[in-house]
């Protein structure tokens, strides 16, 4: 039997028949086997390296997936939690196979708290089902990695997104959780109260550990009230250093900017096409927002422009409406997909890397000229405020050349990052694609997050071959 | 007593001067700020370096000795009381700061630098560090950081947890790890959110890098009176649900303006039941709008008196009585024990009437100065030890008070920690599957315990002897464990 973080190895198949019988007794239409099912969780986006699941179940409860878990670790099956496969690591590939857990049934809102601004709400419920829900409260929640993925996966993988310069990411905006363990235990963790000395910070090692070490089923949150005034705006420079000085700048000075927004001129260019954005021209870009009361947002706005206008930029071009804003944000988040239009047929390599805002400049223009020497497309965008920029890396799958070729490259931009006291995920996560990567970083502290592993989860059930490498 | 051999090789390590081991050497590191428990240890170590912690860690390991880590020693939970056959591992003399960063907004500091030496070192740079605990000017930022302090502007700038970039750190066994990164984010598990307030019992901190922030343009408090308590309560409340988070949200009842009214003479409303502060920080601009919203809904909340300080002398003198009122409270009553809990906000009024309550019930009076705007009481129970009883009940009546806290979905303590004084506490707050995992955790970084042994996280054993005396709401705790 594989022990936490050894190599683990795939369950006698006898187990997993087994097992399979006893959960599609149990639930029924809510545990499937079919191939296409296991198919489609086998892969969340990015690199489709699949890896399917034995089996996949559909949990209404907290009960029913401690249930499952219990049988799962008597029978020493492994089981992957799943919410709507955004993940861009591999997180999710069933490596041994196994139950794949997809929490996205769990999706109810289970508490809005006015008065204390905060939440509780089930693992599979989406940031945008969220805000929807929270209409009409005055309140929002506004971490935003792009995707409309799970609760409990940006929990889970620590996202962060376009808001974080602002708002933090989901380390900051998380204040407790309900956690299945390894062994198929009910726990909470932190509570509502706004601080807490007490026990070691279970809830903020349990984000971030890509359902490794527990089965997250509720989060509590932190909520903002929607600021009285908030406007956007676009400003284009003639070249990428001058744009990403700007970032520094404003940074620097402690404007407090809901998000800033770098889009290289490729990138802007396939915006452009995919989101008809006419208006503008295929240039190094910053997108801005401001939050705050009409005074301060105005006061914001005008300290950016002039320090924008000092680095050559143009003249902003506003987004005030709330139409003409999610016009433009909608453009930035469907950057992705614009950038896979820009060579049909190829696949996208999203790699993310974050570095302290000082080396930004560096970083960023060391990459680009990288990029330039492998021949390859791979446009630049970035939540640049937290030094946070990521690179879709196009290559056609079916030539191994380019794909060795966009890996080297990736592993390139990990490296340089970490180099320049930075790191090799922003917010992307480890999942498989960037174990060597943390290795990498953390030298020394490997050995404790694999002791922690297996103080956790001693037998490497929980999403194995994941987050930790082997020892 | 330590084995001879140990004290020889820790002499190879140490300078003499460095290596305390006689009675009056050691006496004054036999307690920290919490006085109630004493324990002198066999040594008192000063290294004046990492290579030294390291050294000394190792022999520690290899001679199953207990380590204390010490910052400044002003631990209100006794962090840093002494383990007897143990040695105290006195960060004091890494007190350097190493490098301020005013690109990156970033300061590299050692261990026993002063949390208010970091802001002052970072002030002709127009930076400041945010965490601000009471005993700022004396407290160190090793402490700090393993206590996960706040303090007043902790509402709006975050914990010592968010504050903190890269903790560099020696294990039990002598390893040099690194936690954070200086960029946002550090890919893998939150090993820097567990070293955060483990109190010591993980690993020793040897340098910490901190985030800054740049200083605000300008500040203005508002003093909002209130004839009711659980009114003011309310209207904490309603300033942070329509959405502001103000720099710092501090409450005061009138027991407590009351002494701080002869000790400073601010100009408290002598009459209000309750006093709220209430700061605004930002650009002019942003501090005029929001200080109108802030005295809109003061007054929609029903405070019978606003002020709003119209200069910074002003804005000090309104802050000097909070700031001063725990050694104000020391003057009107012999003794006072200071509870240390936090509740969601909009459950604080209902349980400062209950604290009311039982204050009358107990014939003790009871001071409420706190973090309002973050639910974090700081009940100050006043009474004399000299009078047979007082004692008894006012821990009784402390731990009414946190179990409360627990029954309204809070914590134990909001800022000063497990240490040695709720390590009982600690059982009624956390069932054993929690428990466990701590321990699991502790058993990962330190197998053999002696990082701080005794300390933070209770044992299952202990916790079902403490649960052997304590029967809450007629339930046994732990009733799956053998009882001893």
Redesign the interface.
């Known amino acids: 039997m594989n022990s936490a973080t050894q190599s683990p190895t795939r369950p006698q198949p006898e187990a997993v028949t087994a097992l399979t019988a006893r959960l599609r007794s149990e639930y029924g239409d809510r545990a499937l086997t079919t191939h296409a099912i296991r198919e489609q969780h086998s892969h969340g986006e990015g690199l489709a390296d699949a890896a399917m699941p034995d089996i996949v179940v559909f949990p209404h409860t907290n009960e029913e997936v401690a249930s499952i878990m219990r049988i799962c670790h008597a029978a020493r099956i492994p089981v992957i939690a799943f919410g709507v496969g955004t993940s861009l690591e591999g997180h999710v590939a069933a490596l041994y196979g196994g139950v794949c857990l997809d929490l996205s049934q769990m999706n109810r809102v289970l508490e809005v708290n006015d008065a204390d601004l905060d939440c509780r709400v089930q693992a599979g419920v989406t940031r945008e089902q969220l805000n929807t829900e929270l209409k009409g409260t005055g309140l929002f929640f506004p971490i935003d990695p792009g995707a409309n993925a799970t609760i409990g996966g940006m929990t889970s993988t620590r996202a962060s997104g376009t808001n974080a310069v602002r708002y933090g990411t989901m380390r900051e905006n998380v204040m407790g959780l309900t956690v299945v363990t390894a062994d198929g235990r009910i726990m909470r963790t932190g509570n509502r109260a706004r601080k807490s000395s007490a026990g070691y910070d279970l809830t903020r090692l349990l984000v971030g550990s890509e359902g490794t070490l527990g089965i997250i089923t509720e989060i509590q949150l932190r909520l903002y009230g929607i600021p009285e005034s908030i406007s956007a705006a676009v400003c284009q420079f003639p070249d990428l250093k001058s744009a990403v000085d700007s970032v520094i700048v404003a940074m620097q000075l402690g404007i407090p900017v809901a998000r800033i927004e770098l889009l290289d001129d490729v990138q802007m260019d396939a915006c452009i096409r995919y989101s008809q954005l006419t208006e503008f021209a295929a240039k190094p870009t910053l997108c801005f927002e401001f939050h705050g009361t009409e005074a301060g947002v105005r006061e914001q706005a005008q300290m950016i422009e002039s320090i924008a206008t000092d680095h050559g930029g143009s003249a902003f071009q506003w987004a005030t409406k709330p139409e003409e804003r999610s016009r433009l944000w909608k453009a930035r988040h469907n950057a992705y997909y614009a950038a896979l239009a820009l060579a049909p047929g190829k696949q996208g390599f999203a790699t993310d890397a974050c570095v302290p805002i000082s080396r930004l400049t560096d970083c960023v223009l060391e990459t680009q000229a990288d990029v330039a020497t492998t021949g390859l497309v791979a446009p630049i965008v970035g939540h640049v405020g937290d030094g946070n920029f990521h690179l879709v890396i196009l290559f056609d799958p079916a030539n191994l050349d380019e794909r060795s070729k966009a890996e080297a490259l990736a592993a390139r931009v990990a490296l340089r990052a970490i180099a320049m006291g930075g790191t090799c995920t922003g917010e992307h996560g480890i999942g498989v694609h960037k174990l060597d990567a943390l290795r990498a970083e953390h030298g020394d502290a490997i050995a404790l997050m694999q002791a922690i592993k297996r103080a956790l989860d001693p037998l490497n059930l929980l999403n194995p071959g994941k987050t930790v490498p082997p020892v | 007593m330590l084995d001879p051999a140990f004290t020889s090789s820790l002499a190879q390590v140490l300078a003499p001067a460095s290596l305390l081991t006689d009675a009056e050497d050691t006496r004054p590191y036999e307690c920290d700020g919490l006085t109630l428990f004493r324990q002198q240890p066999a040594a008192v170590l000063l290294p004046d370096n990492e290579a030294q912690v390291v050294a000394i860690l190792r022999l520690c390991h290899a001679a199953h000795v207990p380590v204390v880590a010490r910052g400044a020693g002003t631990s209100l939970s006794g962090g840093a009381l002494p383990a007897a056959d143990g040695v105290v591992l006195s960060l004091a003399k890494l007190r350097r700061i190493v490098a301020i960063?005013?690109?990156?907004?970033?300061a590299i500091v050692e261990p026993g630098v002063r949390n208010l030496a970091i802001s002052e070192a970072a002030a002709p740079y127009g930076l400041f560090y945010a965490p601000d605990p009471s005993s700022q000017i004396a407290c160190s930022i090793g402490g700090n950081v393993a206590?996960?302090a706040?303090g007043v502007h902790?509402?709006k700038y975050?914990?010592t947890?968010?504050n903190v970039r890269k903790v560099r750190a020696v294990?039990i066994e002598g390893?040099?790890?690194?936690?954070g990164?200086?960029?946002?984010?550090?890919?893998?598990?939150?090993?820097l959110?567990?070293i955060?307030?483990?109190e010591g019992l993980l690993a020793v901190i040897t340098q910490i890098t901190v985030k800054l922030?740049?200083k605000p343009q300008y500040a203005q408090v508002a003093l909002a009176a209130f004839d009711d308590l659980e009114r003011a309560g309310a209207a904490v409340?309603?300033v942070?649900?329509?959405?502001?988070i103000p720099g710092g949200l501090e409450m005061m009842d009138q027991q407590a303006t009351r002494a701080v009214e002869a000790f400073v003479h601010a100009n408290y409303p002598l009459d209000a039941a309750a006093v709220l502060l209430i700061e605004s920080d930002?650009?002019p601009?942003?501090v005029?709008?929001?200080m109108a919203?802030i005295t809109h809904v003061l007054t929609a909340s029903g405070a019978t008196e606003i002020r709003v300080s119209q200069d910074e002398t002003q804005r000090l003198l309104y802050w000097s009585g909070r700031k001063a009122a725990f050694p104000a409270v020391g003057r009107i009553s012999p003794d006072y024990y200071c509870i240390d809990g936090?509740?969601?906000?909009?459950a604080l009024p209902r349980v400062l009437r209950q604290i009311e309550d039982w204050s009358r019930e107990f014939g003790l009076p009871c001071a409420n100065v706190f973090h309002a705007?973050?639910?974090?009481l700081h009940p100050l129970i006043l009474f004399d030890a000299n009078k047979p009883g007082d004692k008894e009940r006012t821990v009784e009546f402390g731990d009414r008070i946190l179990q409360l806290?627990i029954d309204v979905?809070?914590?134990?303590?909001?800022?000063?920690?497990?240490g040695i004084e709720?390590i009982g506490?600690?059982c009624a707050?956390?069932?054993p599957?929690?428990l466990e995992?701590?321990l699991?955790?502790?058993?990962?970084?330190d197998a053999e315990s002696l990082l701080n042994p005794g300390k933070?996280?209770p044992t299952l054993a202990r916790c079902a002897e403490f649960g052997r005396m304590h029967v809450h709401h007629g339930e046994l705790r732990h009733p799956e464990l053998p009882r001893f």
């Open positions: 960063d005013p690109l990156a907004r970033t206590e996960n706040g902790c509402l975050g914990l947890v968010h294990t390893d040099v790890v690194e936690f990164s200086d960029a946002l984010d550090s890919p893998g598990y939150d090993l959110a567990l955060n307030g483990s922030l740049a409340g309603a942070i649900g329509a959405g502001i930002g650009t601009v942003e005029a709008a929001e919203e936090t509740i969601p906000r909009a705007g973050d639910g974090n806290c979905g809070g914590t134990i303590t909001g800022e000063h920690g497990v709720k506490g600690m707050q956390f069932p599957v929690v995992r701590f699991g955790i502790k058993r990962a970084f933070g996280v």
